[in-house]
């Protein structure tokens, strides 16, 4: 049966990309062993969903659009970079994320509801927004790395604010290069 890795998202104006771009660019310049999301990969992840038979996208769809109309248009900006699990021992150095949270975290749950009738539940993933500008596939010049993003973080509160009306429905294929994400659907809020 043929299988699709998929999520759903909120994406970015290309303004934005360009922006963090920028700023993560800075942190390229630093030797480390990073992979990092390239710019028109940047989004914020409402669920991961993972494989999903195709035959079952038409019915996600339909879920999601149910639970989230007239959840309304809120705004988000992007605040601070931060290291999951920590800066000790980083895995992910991501943005964080302010604004309308209340909101923001409503579509969440909007969302998770959605696919838990379906049975797409994660029962020990806690929501904790974000956008991933890279992952460490080891700890190698991980010190300077954060260092530098240290001392770049407040240049983050200079890009704009985000309006967030509508998700999307994102096809993530996984090649040598990274990922190619291909959006299926976007709803409006």
Do not use: C
């Not at 639970?67 to 809120?74: Q, S, Y």
């Not at 923001?104 to 994660?122: I, N, P, Q, S």
């Amino acid at each position: 049966m043929d299988q699709k890795r998929l999520f759903w998202a909120i994406t970015l104006p290309d303004n934005i990309k360009r922006k963090i771009f920028g700023l993560q660019s800075r942190l390229r310049e630093i030797p480390s062993d990073v992979k990092w999301v390239e710019q028109q990969n940047f989004h914020l992840t409402l669920k991961f969903l993972g494989d999903i038979p195709a035959g079952q996208t038409g019915r996600i769809i339909q879920a999601v659009e149910r639970e989230i109309v007239g959840t309304g248009v809120f705004s988000l900006e992007l605040a601070g970079m931060g290291f999951f699990p920590g800066p000790s021992r980083p895995k992910v150095i991501w943005i964080g994320i302010r604004g309308e949270l209340v909101k923001f975290r409503h579509l969440h749950e909007k969302v998770e509801e959605a696919m838990a009738v379906l049975g797409y539940t994660d029962h020990n993933n806690r929501f904790s927004p974000h956008l991933t500008l890279g992952r460490f596939r080891s700890a190698g010049g991980s010190i300077e790395l954060v260092k530098r993003a240290n001392a770049l973080a407040g240049e983050i509160e200079n890009i704009n604010k985000i309006t967030v009306d509508s998700v999307n429905l994102i096809e993530s294929h996984l090649t040598r290069k990274g990922p190619i994400y291909t959006t299926l659907v976007t709803l409006r809020l």
